[in-house]
């Protein structure tokens, strides 16, 4: 086992980015050979004094950048490969699309930003205020702004009726719990989100997916499936949709 311990000091974020980056430059420098194998997790933790967790997540997260593969029952070896805090103006790297969010900050100056405007954050005569419950439903503000999105689709929503959730899988746990029963069908999409899967699977509901194209859902599919009847709901991604992307444009 190649006796390895990252050098973490004066390095900015989370503990896991900072033994990613020395692992990375480990690798460019030669110090870690191709081939080798990395110290177990709890040792590594035990030398650093971090958890195990976080030695975990940043073999994770080494491994998604090509640096390190981890084999069940050997350990985790060196790799090599390409390393995008190392060059984060490359973009020939490997893209997760498991989620659409945008990716964590790739380098240090990215690093700095955030970390500038959460510090930010403390100086707000207002700061405590993030600290408290929101009001259930949400806040007012949120409600106004809320609403003003909305509208921008053309769909008039007043503030009062607007209802801010924490997060979509929140959103539609609430909405199908509100309006299904356990074992009522809700159609879909043939390829559709898999959190959607996993609210249906906690609610008992039924999935039935129909038809796509590069559009998105088939309308002659739809009409057959309420043709056919026994169907409580739909559920769509009409743009942007998860996960092919696809959109559906329509005109008025």
Known sequence: MTIWEPRLEGRNGPRYRAIVEALAEGVAAGELRVGGRLPTHRDLAD?????????????????????????????????GGHDPVADPDDDDGPVDLGQNHPPDPPGRPQQAALLEALAGLTTRADAGRLLDYPAAGG?????????????????????????????????????????????????????TYAGLKSVAGL???????????????????????????????????????????????CSR
């Open 47 to 79: 030398r650093l004094g971090v958890t195990v967790g976080t030695v975990s997540r940043a073999y994770s997260e080494a491994a998604r950048r090509g640096l390190v593969s981890g084999e069940v029952g050997r350990g985790t070896f060196v790799r």
């Open 139 to 191: 806040n007012a503000a949120d409600r106004e702004a809320g609403a003003a999105w909305i509208g921008r689709s053309g769909v008039e929503a007043a503030p009062e009726h607007v209802l801010v959730c924490t997060g979509s899988q929140h959103g539609l746990t609430v909405v199908l719990a509100t309006q299904m029963e356990p074992g009522d069908l809700l159609l879909t999409e043939s390829l």
């Open 203 to 249: 609610l008992h509901l039924r999935l039935k997916g129909l038809p796509m194209d590069a559009q998105g859902l088939r309308p002659e599919a739809l009409e057959d499936a309420c043709r056919d009847g026994g169907a409580k709901a739909l559920y769509l991604i009409p743009t942007f949709h998860n996960p092919t992307t696809a959109s559906t444009w």
